[in-house]
Every structure is written in structure tokens, then in C-alpha cells.
Nanobody, 131 residues
Framework: QVQLVESGGGSVQAGGSLSVSCVASSYTYDSYYMAWFRQAPGREREGVAVGYTGGGPITYAASVKGRFTISQDNAENTLYLQMYSLKPEDTAMYYC????????????????????????WGQGTQVTVSS
């Protein structure tokens, strides 16, 4: 069983920056797709950014590309999301998620950003951007 614990987030004015982090435990930090999702009230959960613990290209949602950066520290089993030029529409609960690449779900950019393809989830951390 994989456990994911997010931290960070908070409140910021539009144009500001925030970061969130996710510590993964209870599994070998290898061959996993690690992703950030977000969900605003009344809206579906959407993919924000996806990385692979074994390295390789990162997938970003069009709405955050150029403003958000995902990174990972494999030695610390930690996934980060740095958010710049934040907008009020970025306000949401941000979730960390993971799935073993061997399950074969994340075979394309759209599938990597689909929440239904992830098995493990954190509890979420709130990001609020005021105008």
C-alpha cells in the first residue's frame, strides 16, 4: 500500500507563487507515475502535471504549462509542485497521486492526466488565489 502525504499550499494573491510537496512512503520509489491533480468546488478533478520516477518527459496540463513546475527528489521520496503566476482559477484542492507504471494505464499524455488511472491518493492540500 502506497501512502502519500501532501503539505504546503495556502493562500496567495494573484500573480504570486506557492509550492506544494508530497512525501511517498511504503513502497520502492521506482517505476511510478507521480502526478498532481486539483479539484475546485463543483468541478471534476483534473490533471495538472505528471512525472515518472525513472525520469523522462513531464506532462503538463495546458492551463498550467509555463507557470507550474513539477520535480522530484528520489532520495527523499518527495514530489514537488512549484506554482508561479498564480490565477484565481488555480484555486482548488491539490492532490498527489501515484500509479505503478506496470499497470499500463499511463500510455499517453491524456491518460497520464486522467485521475481514473491512478491508484493511490493523498488527502489533498488547499491552494487559494485571491484577485
Amino acid at each position: 500500500q502506497v501512502q502519500l502525504v501532501e503539505s504546503g499550499g495556502g493562500s496567495v494573491q494573484a500573480g504570486g507563487s506557492l509550492s506544494v510537496s508530497c512525501v511517498a512512503s511504503s513502497y520502492t520509489y521506482d517505476s511510478y507515475y507521480m502526478a498532481w491533480f486539483r479539484q475546485a468546488p463543483g468541478r471534476e478533478r483534473e490533471g495538472v502535471a505528471v512525472g515518472y520516477t525513472g525520469g523522462g518527459p513531464i506532462t503538463y496540463a495546458a492551463s498550467v504549462k509555463g507557470r507550474f513546475t513539477i520535480s522530484q527528489d528520489n532520495a527523499e521520496n518527495t514530489l514537488y509542485l512549484q506554482m508561479y503566476s498564480l490565477k484565481p482559477e488555480d484555486t482548488a484542492m491539490y492532490y498527489c497521486a501515484a500509479v505503478w507504471s506496470g499497470e499500463g494505464y499511463c500510455t499517453s499524455s491524456p491518460s497520464k492526466l486522467s485521475p481514473s488511472n491512478y491508484r493511490f491518493w493523498g488527502q489533498g492540500t488547499q491552494v487559494t488565489v485571491s484577485s
